[in-house]
């Protein structure tokens, strides 16, 4: 909850559920990134917030980017960073969209499979890759699943065949999983890189960096450690495995950085119960759900802090849902959030943590609805 953002809402008193951005937040937690690891490189992860203040404001205190596409590429290029800042970092790129990068200077691809390197041997020759391997994930939130990355064991080959392919084998990257509560989670997958180095160098290629992912938390309703914590783990873990070779390194952090800058205003459209029954639950349906930058909520995963003018009165389970029509469109139901019994239709009700993945996911017009307003102050 930001003061800026409070007298935001008070002046303009906006229309519709919007997202307030407060850029004093983003450029915070920049500066706490950079303090904590202050020989890591950033690369914000754009696809967790690309609105081009942001990105101005990161441009402007040195900070890297981590594209998943040529538009993202693009925005991060608008907002003055220049090709040597910028990675593309999907492993899952169309050899178009690669020759596209290419063209505007990019020098830093991802990849997990030998496939994916003769795309970028093809359309990036003589570039920097670096292979993802998989992180399972565990203590994340969100966790990131098979979807990207490969064995350790694979990579020295997917690493070795872009050697061998022209390119330069430049790293090994991975992510241990969104909202990562754990700050020990880096540990396995810094002994897999150091693992890595150690059999290709003894195929005579040098890797040099190390591209830690993102994973750091955003405060929801539980308390996180800090981002020192996690610095000092991730020191102790490379120490540990790398010696007194420890490699360049950088963090992509998505959500860690914009998280916590941003609260999205809505309203209670409307307070029902299903049937006449006194200790049925409440239904409270709002103006943004899951179709309208909510998508989060998916599994009931994260869980958003809420606050509402009546935060002080006894509080009721309730189910929390969305506006649309569709029956996937309610935000927790197998575990009723609690809200005040005084709430009623009409209110405004703030969900705070919103500054990270939340208006990119929004629908253009689902049931009619506009994608999510965004102001950032
Ligand atoms: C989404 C993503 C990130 C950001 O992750 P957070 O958990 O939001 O910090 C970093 N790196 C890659 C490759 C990603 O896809």
């Known amino acids: 909850m930001t003061a800026r953002i409070i007298d935001f809402l008070n002046s303009r008193r906006p229309e519709g559920p919007c997202l307030v951005v407060d850029l004093d937040v983003v450029r915070e937690n920049y500066l706490t990134f950079a303090h904590a690891l202050p020989d890591t490189r950033v690369f914000y992860a754009v696809k967790a917030n690309p609105a081009p203040e ?25 907002a003055g960073a220049t090709p040597d ?10 050899e178009r969209d690669v020759a596209a990068a290419f063209a505007r200077g990019i020098d830093l691809y991802a990849v997990d499979c030998e ?20 992180c399972d994930g565990a203590g994340a939130e969100w966790p990131l699943s098979r979807k990207f990355g490969c064995e350790p064991q694979m990579a020295v080959g997917v ?35 150091a693992g890595i180095f150690h059999t290709l160098a003894e195929r005579g290629i040098q890797l040099s960096m190390v591209n830690l992912g993102g994973g750091f938390p955003t405060r929801y309703l539980k308390e996180i450690p800090g981002v020192e914590n996690y610095a000092s783990s991730i020191d102790s ?5 790398f010696g007194n070779r420890i490699p360049e390194t950088i963090i992509e952090p998505g959500r860690g950085m914009v998280g916590n800058a941003g609260i999205i205003k809505t309203e209670v459209v409307l307070i029902s119960k299903k049937s006449d029954s006194a200790d049925d639950l409440r239904w409270v349906y709002l103006d943004i759900g899951k179709f309208g930058g909510l998508a989060e909520t998916m599994d009931e995963s994260i869980r958003y802090p809420i606050r509402t003018a009546h935060d002080h009165d006894e509080k009721t389970a309730c189910v929390l849902a969305g506006p649309t029509c569709d029956s996937a469109d309610v935000l927790y139901e197998k575990t009723p959030y609690h809200l005040p019994v005084s709430l009623s ?14 208006t990119t996911y929004s629908a253009v017009a689902f049931n009619g609805f506009k994608p999510l307003e965004s102001f950032v102050i």
């Open 54 to 78: 942001v990105l101005a404001l990161l441009a402007s205190l040195g900070s890297n980017f981590d594209c998943a596409s040529v538009a993202e590429i693009d925005m991060a290029l608008a």
């Open 85 to 94: 800042r910028i990675s593309f970092g999907n492993t899952i790129k169309k």
């Open 115 to 134: 496939a994916e390197v003769d795309k970028v041997a093809r359309a990036a020759p003589g570039t920097r890759v670096f292979c993802r391997i998989l």
């Open 159 to 193: 690493l070795e065949h872009a050697h061998r392919q022209g390119l330069r084998a430049y790293g090994v990257s991975f992510h241990v999983g969104s909202q990562q509560a754990n700050t020990e989670a880096w540990d396995g997958a810094l002994a897999s890189a």
């Open 237 to 241: 873990a490379l120490k540990r495995h």
């Open 345 to 358: 239709i009409g209110d405004e009700v703030l969900i705070e943590g919103t500054g990270a993945y939340t």
